[in-house]
């Protein structure tokens, strides 16, 4: 899981400022107290930071600690005026504490507490150009103002949390702007412990975790009780894989400030690193009881439950994280994690449709919508979107070799030569040699262009390459052996893969593939050994219930082949030999009718001759049980048939 960390409550301690006379130290506790509620808001846009919605206010801060009559210099009619709505900010009523501040603000324009009052409420509120407009106010009379110059950062960074796609696009502009204004916090006070805090924000937003680290130990440093310091720097040492100083900063946190929700829901997110799934699951259920608009807790509580096998529950938080922060990808993809481990792809893309549709930029969504197509056996829809990715993103490995295995698909679903003649097919072995030009060491990338070659009659030479190493590499191997009509070989590289998994996930992921490329036993015994390993007994009948139906699809289409043969309905029969294939390429019988059908159709181009040659090879392949003598006799027709085709192709191409 990648940073997540909220804002939104991390700014709730008083702030500490120091000035330059001391004379002026007690006058102005008020305004640090009144500006540490405003530090409360921050809610950046990064996509693991928690949201909030306009208009909610923002629980699980810590209430700002006022001065009290013993401690504070203010008297007469201004601290008469402010002191109710200090109390109703103290409450968390912020509409109240508007309208108090207003009136204060009324009866005295100057009182610069309660101008930093009203736009703490405002900013409470989410009314985000009053607040500024109001610190831009205090910065009018005291440019000097270190709160003021946070206040503004604070209120820039808290821009960010929108979802809007326009103030997404400027993030980086407010960043910039936001470390500038802290900054200036940190040189006109650099004994206080909130500019270090707000600088320490805005490096964590722009990625720079050591930064952002060193300005969180220098916020603890100054000021001992700041809680929302120590969950920050826990976050930082989260994300740095330092699980047990995470755990420790954000028990230190919760120690100084138990309403602190980023610090439960740090402490929740280590524990769910660490294994710990049931504190895991109280600690973020704590965070969510303060702060229930986390999308980033619902969605760690969703991988949570998941981990737990509860995915009724996981969905129901991913589905609710979306509802919160419907631009960020990883809910979407977990929730199609789910679905597509129950077998429900069609759910799983729909899903992923519901995000691209707000984030449609996104590249992990688009690449598992067209893996799943592919999976669907949908060959033309997963080629528009792997198509949509390279142009999104040239050369990208995984969509190359998706590519290649969409237009194999295509091409045993429909008239060979039609592919060949095709832009498709140059363009997409042109993306190969591309793509294997900058990963030369990739193996699936090689053994992609082998199988989109075999289409074209030319028999894959694998003895050439090295063996593969890993299973990914094998799933590979496998296909494009399948491809050259090598099935048993093609099947003992599968079972290989298949022997090595010893968790359900994993083995029902194999079944998937092998179900994919159509290697019909192995996808059998794959979803059997899923279920004995107390995998979802739904999941592995589904997949079950599959190999069975594409069984008898494809026996059905081979006999409804057959007799359209009898009657010399070739290109029907052709059609539906193709099918069967497609469905079981292991079927012999399929083989041996396309080749027979192809090659006593109507004026066979060259072409059509040569796949005919390809589908006999591939029945004697499948026939181990044929007589010797039935097989040399096929054997030398073939190679009969094979010479006829390539005088026909020098024909051919001396008509061009």
Known sequence: MTRVVSLADSFGDPLIMTTRK???????????????????????????????????????SQPPTFGTPDNSVLTGRVKHDTMPAEKLLSQGKYAEAEGTFREALVNNPADIQATLGLGISLAKQFKLDGAEELFDRVLATDPNSALAYAGKATILLNRLQSSSGSVRSQKDSYLAQAEQYANRAVQLSPAAAEGHYALGCVYREQGKMDQAASEFRNA???????????????????????????????????????????????????????????????????????????????????QAYQTQGNSVAALKEYQLSTLIKPENAEPYIRMADIRQERGDLELALADLRSGLTQIPYNLDLRMRIADITLKLEKPDDAIKNYKTILSMSPNNAQAVKGLSQALYQKAQKAAVGALLASNDYDNALKTLDEAIKLNPNDMELQLAKTKLMSLSGNKPNLSTMAQPTNDGERIAYAEALMASGEFQKA???????????????????????????????????????????????????????????????????????????????????????????????????????????????????SQALLEAVQHYGFYLNLRTDMPAKDREKMTKDTAKLQEKALKLKEKENRRK
Request: hydrophobic letters at 40%; a neutral charge.
């Open 22 to 60: 001391a004379s002026a130290v007690k006058s102005l506790q008020l305004a640090s107290a009144l500006l540490a509620a405003t530090f409360s808001l921050i809610q950046p846009a990064h996509a693991e930071l928690i949201a909030q919605i306009p208009g909610v206010p923002m629980p699980g």
């Open 220 to 302: 603890v440093n100054f000021d001992p009780q700041h809680s929302y310091a120590y969950s920050s720097l826990g976050q930082c040492k989260l994300d740095q894989g330092s699980l047990v100083e995470a755990a420790q900063n954000f028990q230190q946190a919760i120690a100084l400030n138990s309403g602190n929700s980023s610090a439960h829901f740090g402490l929740g997110s280590t524990l769910l690193k660490q294994g710990n799934v049931d504190d895991a699951i109280k600690e973020l259920n704590t965070s969510l009881y303060q702060f229930p608009n986390s999308w980033p807790t619902r969605m760690m509580l969703g």
């Open 491 to 605: 099947e003992d590289m599968i079972k290989q893969v298949l022997n090595d998994q010893t968790e359900a996930k994993q083995t029902y992921a194999v079944a998937d593939i092998a179900l994919m490329v159509k290697d019909l036993d192995n996808a059998e015994a794959a979803y059997k050994k899923g279920m004995s390993l107390a995998g979802s007994q739904d999941r592995g009948n589904a997949g079950l219930n599959k190999v069975t139906q594409a069984r008898q699809t494809s026996a059905d289409d081979t006999r409804v082949g057959n007799e359209l043969s009898k009657k010399n309905q070739w290109d029907g029969a052709i059609s539906k030999f193709r099918n069967a294939i497609s469905t079981n390429p292991s079927l012999a019988d399929a083989h041996l009718g396309l080749a027979r059908a192809l090659e006593k159709s109507k004026n066979p181009n």
